[in-house]
T-cell receptor, first 111, second 115 residues
Framework: EDQVTQSPEALRLQEGESSSLNCSYT??????LFWYRQDPGKGPEFLFT???AGEEKEKERLKATLTKKESFLHITAPKPEDSATYLC????????????FGQGTELSVKP | KAGVTQTPRYLIKTRGQQVTLSCSPI?????VSWYQQTPGQGLQFLFE???????NKGNFPGRFSGRQFSNSRSEMNVSTLELGDSALYLC??????????????FGEGSRLTVL
């Protein structure tokens, strides 16, 4: 059964304190891994798509990387506005239109 | 460019009632997906519609149903509401379904409370 697990569940950082979020997955044939950001009271916002091991994508202070078993979202010198829940997701192995989401990591960045 | 619009944003129902939620996708997007989000289960896929046809379905009971109209607008219906149906219901649209880039555009959701 396809599964996505994120850790930690919650992460508190001081402004400028870099860290990484983890997303491990078990799927029958990876067809992409997606990162989203969700602010309180809003729907998720797409960040990145990664397709193959070794691939990296960057956006401002965020960098997503992918291995054969997990993905990392690295946050460099975070700012308070980076506070949000970060979700990763993979498509179901034979229902491509169905995304399987992890439980998310709630990131809080204090000034 | 207008985003995904969901109505109503908030609603309160009692057990046994039914509810209909509406979603207007981004103009030009033909795929609409629905997800249920709860603190315990996270985001769970309900169904996906493309060109008025249900293309994928999640593991929810038959009380949950949906449809898509010719203008790509979509509705989902939950009948015989249970307390456990309390959740944030999110609609997402994309040009041709997630299959490609994974870039789904989500609305802000309809928060349903069942008393």
């Amino acid at each position: 059964e396809d599964q996505v697990t994120q850790s930690p569940e919650a992460l508190r950082l001081q402004e400028g304190e870099s860290s990484s979020l983890n997303c491990s997955y078990t799927v029958s044939g990876l067809r992409g891994l997606f990162w989203y950001r969700q602010d309180p009271g809003k729907g998720p916002e797409f960040l990145f798509t990664l397709y193959s091991a070794g691939e990296e994508k960057e956006k401002e202070r965020l960098k997503a990387t992918l291995t054969k078993k997990e993905s990392f979202l690295h946050i460099t010198a975070p700012k308070p506005e980076d506070s949000a829940t970060y979700l990763c997701a993979v498509p179901h192995y034979n229902q491509g239109g169905k995304l399987i989401f992890g439980q998310g990591t709630e990131l809080s960045v204090k000034p | 460019k207008a985003g995904v619009t969901q109505t109503p944003r908030y609603l309160i129902k009692t057990r046994g009632q039914q509810v209909t939620l509406s979603c207007s996708p981004i103009s030009g997007h033909r795929s609409v997906s629905w997800y249920q989000q709860t603190p315990g289960q996270g985001l769970q896929f309900l169904f996906e519609y493309f060109s008025e046809t249900q293309r994928n379905k999640g593991n929810f009971p038959g009380r949950f149903s949906g449809r898509q109209f010719s203008n790509s607008r979509s509705e989902m219906n939950v009948s015989t509401l249970e307390l456990g149906d309390s959740a944030l219901y999110l609609c997402a649209s994309s040009l041709a379904g997630q299959g490609g880039t994974g870039e789904l555009f989500f609305g802000e959701g309809s928060r349903l409370t069942v008393l």
